[in-house]
């Protein structure tokens, strides 16, 4: 399966989702990977999240006119 997000709009919709999921709720529930987590683990779990919504944050702001997207599909 091939993702490719093709424009901005589309990719910070992505990271929105991947960050509200349970795949990164350091306390997803008693029968999910990060219900074991310690604090390290918590932390770890809030810094990609972090990252995650940093990188939004600058796509949306950078890159609101898809010229890094447009670069790729135009030189393959």
């Known amino acids: 399966m091939k993702l490719i997000a093709r424009s901005q709009a589309q990719l910070s919709k992505l990271i929105q989702l991947v960050v509200e999921s349970d795949t990164l709720k350091a306390s997803g529930g008693p029968n999910t990977r990060t219900a074991r987590l310690g604090a390290e683990g918590s932390r770890v779990l ?31």
């Open 46 to 76: 809030e810094n990609v999240k972090n990252v995650l919504q940093a990188s939004k944050a600058w796509g949306d702001e950078k890159n609101g006119d898809d010229l890094i997207q447009n670069f790729f599909v135009s030189y393959p």
